[in-house]
């Protein structure tokens, strides 16, 4: 009982449980993991992509000239740092591998032609690594050096989209710092150079807000300018807010009450003005698509896997010809039992004051060794999980890259998962 698979099939779902402020955990079983695909808005299964792992990222865009646009893959996290080119049929074009060799934290990607000479992939790691962000020929060949979207040390992953947010007729670079980094968002040229900055304060105002954003671009007034889309990505209700340059022109909620975020893709076709969302982790894989002017549901609203799938779905807009069509991929627990078990302890009986109670400490095995942690409930009153020391080894893991790796992903996806919040 407990092995895990990153592709292939079996996971764990997973049930948590707040009593009286504590978080405490329930019970894990074994479900099989959907498998990514393109989908129509009546449902059906386009064509199916059993190559690509839960928790990559995906983006759209047509990169060999041929008028038709491809997938393109950003790895999960626990893979090689890579991206994986695809026809609309499932045929592999190419992969190709970027950072250092080590670097397993999973990639974010976009696509965009930022010169004028034709699309481009933009990449940049997720949880675990600086923010590091890449430009590459579609063949793989690196354009330039890059730039750090944040601080260095940042490690809290990084959202990206495309769009023309100075109105020059080229797209720009934009930037949504990921769970864990609050909800800082950027907008670059492609050397690195700044055009906008909306910093935590504006996204989400009077909140201590650490669930990371997703980001978009659109056009919203027809000025010849995109705006920023934004939406949580995790540990809140999905207010999905427009900015033109620093100022919130436009905002709506999607999914009523649930607290668990989104994932975000921008409709493309005919005036670009509809957005599609997926569920995040914890909710099933509900996908809609809004008209953002109304911030009505809109021609979108299906479960693209079984809705007993609590690990989210990650969503980009494919194309529209009478349907929309999109592409789906299902979010990833990455949890083992084992190691779950390890964790699951109640914090402390009898403390309801409010004061910080620490959790008791464990000592977690995984590929890299064992580790000591360290788990401290931080408010009672609205629950968090945070990592107060994860060492191994004399190795000290507040700094990335570190021997604990694996287990950083571990602990970030089960915070994730629940719902609530986690840091290093």
């Known amino acids: 009982m407990g092995k895990f698979y990153l592709n292939g099939a079996r996971y764990l779902t997973v049930s948590f449980f707040i009593f009286g402020g504590l978080f405490v955990f329930a019970h894990a079983s074994h479900a099989t993991a959907p498998t990514a695909g393109l989908f129509s808005?009546?449902?059906?299964?386009?064509?199916?992509?059993?190559?690509?792992?839960?928790g990559s990222s995906v983006a759209i865009g047509d990169i060999d000239r041929d008028g038709q646009p491809e997938i393109v893959i950003g790895s999960a996290p626990g893979e090689r740092a890579a991206v994986h080119e695809y026809e609309s049929d499932g045929t592999l074009i190419r992969s190709f591998t970027m950072y250092d060799a080590n670097l397993t934290t999973g990639i974010s990607v976009a696509i965009g032609d930022l010169n004028g000479y034709g699309n481009e992939i933009i990449t940049v790691p997720r949880r675990g690594a600086g923010p590091q962000v890449l430009r590459f020929k579609v063949d793989g060949r690196q354009l330039s050096p890059g730039f750090f979207a944040y601080s260095e040390r940042f490690h809290g992953g990084v959202n990206l989209a495309i769009g023309d947010v100075n109105g020059d007729g080229r797209e720009d670079i934009i930037t949504g710092a990921a769970s864990g980094g609050g909800a800082h968002v950027r907008a670059f040229d492609l050397n690195g150079n700044p055009?906008?900055?909306?910093?935590?304060?504006?996204?989400?105002?009077?909140?201590?807000?650490?669930?990371?954003?997703?980001v978009g671009a659109v056009d919203y007034d027809d000025d010849g300018?995109?705006?920023?889309?934004v939406a949580p990505e995790s540990q809140r209700v999905a207010d999905v807010k427009i900015f033109k340059g620093r100022s919130v022109i436009k905002t709506f909620r999607a999914f009523?009450?649930?607290?668990?975020?989104v994932s975000l893709s921008v409709?493309?076709?005919?005036?670009?003005?509809?957005?599609?969302?997926?569920?995040?982790?914890g909710g099933g894989p509900?996908?809609?698509?809004?008209?953002?002017?109304?911030?009505?549901?809109n021609g979108l609203s299906i479960f693209p896997f079984s809705d007993s799938w609590r690990g989210g779905v990650t969503v980009a807009f494919w194309k529209y010809d009478g349907q929309v069509?999109?592409?789906?991929?299902?979010?990833?627990?990455?949890?083992?039992l084992e190691q779950l078990e390890s964790f699951g302890a109640t914090a402390p009986a009898g403390n309801s004051s409010g004061v910080n109670s620490a959790w008791e400490q464990k000592n977690v095995t995984t590929a890299d060794g064992t580790f000591s942690v360290k788990l401290v409930k931080v408010n009672l009153k609205n629950p968090k999980l945070k990592i107060k020391s994860i060492t191994g080894s004399s190795k000290d893991c507040y700094q990335v890259p570190c021997a604990t790796r694996s287990l950083q992903s571990y602990v970030q996806q089960v915070n994730a998962f629940a719902g609530i919040n986690g840091s290093y």
């Not at 409709?267 to 982790?281: C, E, F, Q, V, Y």
């Not at 509900?286 to 549901?297: D, F, K, R, S, V």
């Not at 069509?325 to 083992?336: D, R, V």
């Open 325 to 336: 069509k999109f592409f789906a991929i299902p979010g990833s627990p990455y949890l083992s």
């Open 195 to 214: 055009l906008i900055n909306i910093t935590p304060e504006k996204t989400f105002p009077n909140e201590a807000f650490t669930g990371g954003v997703v």
């Open 41 to 54: 808005s009546d449902g059906t299964e386009l064509v199916n992509f059993p190559d690509v792992r839960p």
């Open 225 to 229: 300018k995109d705006e920023i889309v």
């Open 256 to 261: 009523g009450n649930f607290g668990g975020g």
């Open 267 to 281: 409709n493309t076709s005919g005036d670009g003005k509809r957005i599609i969302l997926g569920a995040a982790a």
């Open 286 to 297: 509900h996908t809609l698509q809004y008209n953002i002017q109304t911030g009505a549901i």
